[in-house]
Nanobody, 112 residues
Framework: QVRLVESGGGLVQTGGSLRLSCTAS????????IDWYRQAPGKQRELIAT???????SYADSVKGRFTASFDNAENAVYLQMTSLKPDDTARYYC??????RGPGTQVTVSS
């Protein structure tokens, strides 16, 4: 069974940038869409970005203009480029394919 794995998280200062990667143990394809979620301690899981295999992208208002999702077929990966990071972006970030396959997440911590 295909598994997804997120990477690229870490500790960054306010205003910094990170690029998260979502890769698969096999092929990340096929998919209709892949979602990026995040969950901070004590808070509900938040859908922050969706990318379809046709290149359609949507974003939550909380990240719009700062985060960009993309898909690289050659690299078999989906990315989430995050810029202008704020302490409120501190959370564990997950990618989830439309069939429910989901990774264990990667921690992003933004210091003030």
């Amino acid at each position: 069974q295909v598994r997804l794995v997120e990477s690229g998280g870490g500790l960054v200062q306010t205003g910094g940038s990170l690029r998260l990667s979502c890769t698969a143990s096999g092929s990340i394809l096929p998919f209709d869409f892949i979602d990026w979620y995040r969950q901070a301690p004590g808070k509900q899981r938040e859908l922050i970005a969706t990318i379809s295999n046709a290149g359609f992208m949507s974003y939550a208002d909380s990240v719009k203009g700062r985060f960009t999702a993309s898909f690289d077929n050659a690299e078999n990966a989906v990315y989430l480029q995050m810029t202008s990071l704020k302490p409120d972006d501190t959370a564990r970030y997950y990618c989830e394919r439309d069939d429910g396959v989901r990774g264990p997440g990667t921690q992003v911590t933004v210091s003030s």
